[in-house]
């Protein structure tokens, strides 16, 4: 069995050169209905060249975001309308939904703390972040912004429950991981019997880190220190 894991916005060369377009801050203005039309922009470049694709060959995705974090960040922090969001999901997506849904929620100053301690330790490493040595976009933003980012992710969580997960992201990465397993297997345990895969997926410490599976393939995750070690049983 084959898995890709992928992100967004991003996942494929041109996606990730929207997403530069998105993240790197300049002297020109980008309006939040602007910023959603790139951010769906790269959103379906990655879908109609990578995810789509994928599928259709039987694998399966594991997408790092996906439409829920413009309906939370463009939607919820920068409050554009839902019936916007929403219009440009059913038309560049097409009903491509993931089956599930793993929010990692934590507290915002928590997760800014640790967004600003991975880009410096970026820069230790590499001389320079993703973006140089400033803030991206959303780096930048205030407090409360990734307040209202928050708990738009919460309110969909809320609002479809069966699909979206909320995992603790405060907890130790062993113990985060176990919960992760605990999240999932009793969701998709009655799907697939008999086969069995290993991958790896690197740990965000994001302030709200999503995982989506698509296309009906469900993984069961195991403990591990530094990487997600999921397993279809």
Same mark, same amino acid.
């Given at each position: ?7 967004? &916005?991003?996942? *494929?060369? =041109?996606?990730?050169?929207?997403? +530069?377009?998105? /993240? !790197? #801050? ?71 939904? &993931?089956?599930? *849904?793993? =929010?990692?929620?934590?507290?915002? +100053?928590?997760? /800014? !703390? #640790? ?76 799907? =697939? ?28 995750i195991r403990s591990g220190r530094k990487h997600m070690h999921c397993t279809c049983l």
């Amino acid at each position: 069995i084959t898995v890709i894991a992928t992100r967004e &916005p991003g996942g *494929t060369p =041109l996606a990730e050169r929207l997403r +530069e377009v998105v /993240l !790197q #801050r300049g002297a020109e203005t980008l309006s939040p209905q602007a910023e959603t039309l790139l951010m769906f922009a790269a959103r379906a470049v990655h879908v109609d060249n990578l995810i789509r694709p994928a599928l259709a060959r039987g694998a399966w995705v594991i997408c790092d975001r996906y439409t829920d974090a413009t309906r939370a960040y463009q939607g919820g922090g920068r409050g554009v309308a839902t019936a916007f969001i929403e219009t440009l999901s059913r038309e560049t997506m097409g009903g491509m939904t &993931p089956d599930l *849904t793993l =929010l990692l929620d934590l507290p915002v +100053e928590t997760g /800014l !703390q #640790r967004a600003h301690a991975r880009r410096n330790a970026k820069g230790a490493t590499a001389g320079v972040g993703e973006h140089g040595d400033l803030p991206d976009r959303f780096e930048a933003e205030t407090v409360v912004f990734f307040e209202r980012v928050r708990e738009r992710y919460l309110a969909i969580a809320a609002a479809e429950p069966q699909r979206v997960r909320i995992l603790e992201a405060t907890l130790p990465p062993a113990a985060l991981l176990d919960a992760a397993m605990d999240a999932v297997q009793p969701w998709f345990e009655w799907r =697939l019997e008999g086969q069995s895969i290993n991958i790896r997926i690197r740990i965000k410490a994001a302030s709200e880190w999503n995982l989506n599976i698509i296309g009906g393939s469900k993984l069961f995750i195991r403990s591990g220190r530094k990487h997600m070690h999921c397993t279809c049983l």
